[in-house]
């Protein structure tokens, strides 16, 4: 786990493919709100925890990162404590992906590098990704999330090197 700027060299941001749906929100402070790429809009949770943030791939969808954003400087007992990674098929066979994580009063991206346990340093291929939101700072109820994006491999990094692109590589 990473916290701070955030690093997403030799990535791609697959978030874009997916459905997000979220376990509650409070009426202004929903999915719309978590991706639309400006930081002083949030979600909130409405709600007994655990919260959750579901993302939902149409196709299998290689995962290598995913990161959030929170502010406990602006939002203190709503900044998350606790959370947890879980991944699978469908909401019924999610298998947790990492431990439960404790965060201490983080302001700035948390990045979570994801892998697939099978196969150590390859990415997980996934139909759906859970962010499970366990605890708040301070006892809260409710959380706020500033932002999500979930990185996968760059599919071609060479796009000259594809079967099509090399009958150009030699000069007659």
Known sequence: MVIGELQDEGLREVGGDATFSISSAKPGNGVEQLRDNNLETFWQSDGQAPHMINIHFPRKTAVSLLCFYVDYSVDESYTPKKVAVRAGHTQHDLIDMTASIDLHEVSGWV??????????????????????????????????????????????????????????????
């Open 111 to 172: 990045q979570i590098a994801i892998e697939d346990a099978t196969n150590p340093g390859k990415p997980l291929r996934t139909h759906l990704l859970q962010l499970k939101l366990l605890g708040m700072q301070q006892n809260g109820r409710d959380a706020h999330v500033r932002g999500i994006k979930v990185f996968g491999p760059r599919l071609n990094k060479d796009p000259y090197r594809t079967v099509e692109m090399q009958q150009f590589g030699s000069i007659r």
